[in-house]
């Protein structure tokens, strides 16, 4: 009954805009209307979730002239097409995307290969919205800011691409690349937290040292001022919000890092932890640190023990920040951003010494 309705609401809304699709009425009133009718068999099952989509129906319908505002004046072509490209890799590419580790020593998971690519994306997409909403000068350093809390090598190498394709962006990018590093030191610290509170005691010092190291070193760039960034890049010049074909590639070289790092923990084994803590750090420091106050916690190595092979997974992990910085910006983005990758590393090892 359910589908005969359907189709007989369907087809005398078709009818209906067939006689006056000369006047351009748009088809929101009859999608609305075929929507209003299968609510109605939702509701049959589950009112509470009909309930729900029906006030969000409601609520799209009343703001309809607000969006087509917003779709028509105020999004370009452009970046209504990249909306539609991220929501097809998000919600199409990712959770199809098969959750599990295959290939050469069981170490690409193509999930992770997948939300690392669309982590890049919207990292980048960030930069562009809170440029657009903020201007240059505030809107990519809170952004780099806030998406080193997804990944703070994919935000170095997003603001470095964007510089690459912007130089007059310069500082404005190298301050919202360095600040995300404050964000690693953050995330590494809650998820040491979450796993042994007391391996914090011999961190505490190392961390709060780097982070207050990035953290200076990006507030330089953040009040500098370049000549060729004095004033605001128009709408028209900020380029696309992400490049899915950068994406790949940096999913890409994150996946050869790991694919090797698997390889040679297969082969030295229990014996190459510091090796195999070096290696894991280039594509990930939270992953070291978990692994190490995971075995701390299991009573298999001490705090001591464990806070080697942490330092030297954010080590690896700040070298491979380098690394990215020339890929994707050049020298003259990659020589303003190793000074302050350097000065946060030195900083995370005084104060290691000095604990």
Not at 267 to 295: F, K, Q, R, V, Y
């Amino acid at each position: 009954m359910l589908a005969v309705t359907a189709l007989m609401v369907g087809a005398g809304a078709l009818v209906a805009y067939q006689r006056t699709q000369h006047h351009d009425p748009g088809m929101t009133t009859e999608f609305a209307l075929l929507l209003t009718c299968l609510l109605g068999g939702l509701a049959i099952r589950d009112s509470m979730l009909a309930a729900g989509v029906g006030a969000a129906l409601a609520l799209l319908l009343a703001s309809r002239d607000r969006l087509h505002h917003f779709v028509r004046s105020v999004l370009r072509a452009q970046e209504l097409n990249d909306i539609i490209l991220f929501s097809a890799m998000a919600l199409i590419v990712l959770p199809l995307a098969p959750d599990r580790f295959m290939g050469p020593f069981g170490a690409l998971n193509p999930r992770a290969i997948a939300r690392l690519i669309v982590a890049v994306m919207a990292i980048s997409a960030l930069g562009y919205v809170a440029m657009r909403s903020l201007g240059t000068r505030y809107g990519l350093p809170l952004a780099g800011f806030a998406a080193g809390f997804v990944s703070s090598t994919a935000t170095i190498y997003s603001m470095g691409e964007r510089v690459s394709r912007q130089p007059a962006l310069m500082s404005e990018a190298v301050a919202g690349a360095v600040l995300s590093s404050i964000a690693t030191i953050i995330q590494m610290t809650v998820v040491i937290g979450l796993i042994q509170t007391s391996l914090l005691t011999a961190l505490v010092l190392p961390l709060s040292f780097g982070g207050v190291a990035a953290c200076m070193y990006g507030l330089v760039f953040f009040f500098r001022r370049d000549p060729v960034s004095n004033t605001e890049s128009p709408v028209e010049e900020m380029g696309r919000a992400f490049n899915l074909k950068t994406a790949a590639v940096f999913a890409t070289l994150v996946s050869l890092i790991v694919l090797v790092s698997a390889g040679l923990n297969a082969w030295l084994g229990a014996h190459g932890m510091l090796l195999g803590a070096a290696l894991t750090g280039l594509a990930d420091a939270h992953a070291t640190a978990a692994s190490a106050a995971s075995l701390m916690a299991a009573d298999k190595i001490s705090s001591a023990q464990a806070v080697g092979p942490i330092l030297i997974g954010l080590t690896t992990n700040t070298l491979m920040k380098a690394v990215v910085a020339f890929k994707a910006g050049g020298v003259h983005y990659a020589t303003r951003i190793v000074p302050g990758l350097a000065l946060m590393t030195g900083a995370v090892w005084l104060g290691a010494w000095l604990g």
